[in-house]
């Protein structure tokens, strides 16, 4: 990833009194380009990085600057370690741990102690998950296109896109990229990706709008259902919409009013409560689900 490349730089420009753009190049398995950019990032960002040209040449730090350690304190490299090591829990190996051990710079001690935050995005499918990501990440970076088989509730279709950024937000993970197809930005969940392939196709990238990953930007509430719960269920709307997303009825059930963006997943939401749920409005979605109930019976009913 371009961060960990552009940290690795800094690391070896602290720790080295000169190096030249092939030896970084080649340490980084880049183009000569890439390394520039980098450089030109780096010197963006405040650090005063000095290139000279010739036979003893280099790209070197400014005579007399000195790594501030002290700008990042115990706690604050515990916080960033803490994060770090939350992304190694998705691929499952210690890429981020290396970095965070190039930006302390040899000073060991702030990694010693002991984590009171312990970030886990690993999920059931981190066998099939871990390689996407692989994959999508070095498509950003090296901007080239990507395309897959994606199955959604509307049917499967052929997406090819032009990936701009990875997202984790609801427990899952996303790519937020240009869909061809649809000539806008979308988000697609990996999950729901099969045959992700790299393309050789690059793509110049785009003016990007503001990224927005809010639910009710991607998943607009249409329908407004109004369900009683068996109070036995409060812990689960607790859980899932917060101790205000419903009240108590006098005769002790629970009364959930919330929005969904379509009916098949309110009528999967309703199925995972048994007969503990009970949709009362609106009174046509109410109709469709109890045919819904009368079809699933037909495959149990034995007499």
Not at 48 to 61: C, D, E, H, L, R
Not at 143 to 148: A, L, V
Not at 210 to 220: N, S
């Amino acid at each position: 990833m371009k961060i960990d490349r552009l940290i690795g730089i800094l690391s070896i420009l602290l720790q080295q009194e000169k190096v030249t753009a092939p030896y970084l190049a080649e340490k980084f398995e880049v183009t000569r380009r890439t390394i520039s950019r980098d450089i030109e990032n780096l010197c963006k960002a405040g650090i005063p990085i000095v290139t000279a040209q010739g036979k003893n040449g280099g790209i070197s730090i400014m005579d007399g600057y000195r790594f501030d350690r002290t700008l990042l304190t115990s706690s604050d490299m515990q916080a960033i370690l803490a994060g770090l090591r939350s992304l190694d829990s998705v691929s499952g190996t210690s890429r981020y741990q290396l970095l965070m051990d190039k930006l302390s710079v040899g000073n060991s001690e702030v990694l010693a102690s002991n984590s009171h935050i312990l970030i886990d995005l690993s999920s059931w499918y981190k066998s099939s998950l871990a390689p996407k990501i692989e994959l999508i990440q070095s498509a950003i970076d090296a901007g080239k296109m990507i395309s897959f088989t994606y199955y959604a509730p509307g049917g499967k279709s052929l997406r090819t896109i032009e990936p701009y950024c990875l997202v984790f937000q609801w427990a899952s993970w996303y790519v937020w990229g240009y869909c061809t197809a649809r000539t806008d930005f979308r988000m697609f969940k990996l999950n729901r990706m099969v045959e992700l392939t790299c393309l050789n196709q690059r793509f110049s990238p785009r003016t990007l709008p503001p990224f927005q990953a809010d639910a009710e930007t991607i998943w607009p509430r249409s329908i407004q259902a109004e369900v009683e719960f068996a109070p036995s269920m409060k812990w689960r709307l607790v859980e899932e919409y917060g101790p205000e997303s419903f009240s108590v009825l006098p005769g002790g059930k629970l009364l959930f009013q919330a929005g969904f963006s379509d009916k098949e997943n309110l009528f999967s939401w309703l199925l995972s409560f048994g007969d503990c749920a009970e949709l009362t409005a609106p009174a046509g979605l109410r109709a469709e689900f109890f045919a819904l109930l009368q079809k699933m019976m037909k495959f149990y009913d034995k007499t």
